[in-house]
């Protein structure tokens, strides 16, 4: 079956540090992979996502960017944190555009 | 753009049924779904309707999808207080692979 893993589960970062999350698959192959970003208000945020190795699409401009080193790993990267990026970040992943996502177990960044 | 909507806190007692409901704005919706999640944890994906579907029943979960109205339910029979949590609502246009989600109802389930 298959499984995801997002890690770590919580970090604590000070302003203008950088940030390094990564997210995992298993059991399956060519995922589609997601970023997305809840914030207090609860509503979720698409950040990014990729259909291939080496494809991202950025859905709102801002202070991170993504990457797909490899086909079931996805990093979601700042180089200089801000406090505004603050929030719990979830991972997700799908089988095509047809079939549901499945969300990993997020990761909770407090910015300082 | 794409909406969806969902009213943001249901109370309702153990034992009880609940409905949560939501509304969306894309006439062009492929599947619509039901997250579920707990406090601090990633979302459970529930159950899932395709558009051309009225209705879906999962055990506890009953999903009614009317799409002249863009208007989709989840009823969950028997409410535990293990089903307190938020619900989210989210549905996926035509051809694209990303969601649109609500904002979330928040489910409160007292004994």
């Known amino acids: 079956s298959q499984t995801i893993h997002q890690w770590p589960a919580t970090l604590v970062q000070p302003v203008g540090s950088p940030l390094s999350l990564e997210c995992t698959v298993e059991g399956t192959s060519n995922p589609n992979l997601y970023w997305y970003r809840q914030a207090a208000g609860r509503g979720l945020q698409l950040l990014f996502y990729s259909v291939g190795i080496g494809q991202i699409s950025s859905e709102v401009p801002q202070n991170l960017s993504a990457s797909r080193p490899q086909d079931r790993q996805f990093i979601l990267s700042s180089k200089k944190l801000l406090l505004s990026d603050s929030g719990f970040y979830l991972c997700a992943w799908s089988g095509d555009i047809y079939q549901p996502q499945h969300f990993g177990d997020g990761t909770r960044l407090s910015i300082l | 753009g794409e909406d969806v909507e969902q009213s943001l806190f249901l109370s309702v007692r153990e034992g009880d049924s609940s409905v949560i409901n939501c509304t969306y704005t894309?006439?062009?919706?492929?599947?619509l779904y039901w997250y579920k999640q707990e406090p601090g944890a990633g979302l459970q994906l529930l159950t899932y309707i395709f558009s051309n579907m009225d209705m879906k029943q999962d055990q506890r979960l009953t999903v009614l999808l009317n799409k002249k109205d863009k208007h989709l339910s989840l009823r969950i029979a028997d409410t535990q207080t293990g089903d307190s949590a938020i619900y989210f609502c989210?549905?996926?246009?035509?051809?694209?692979?990303?969601?649109?989600f609500g904002k979330g109802t928040m489910l409160l389930v007292s004994p």
């Open positions: 894309d006439s062009s919706s492929t599947y």
């Open positions: 989210a549905e996926t246009p035509m051809g694209y692979s990303t969601l649109t």
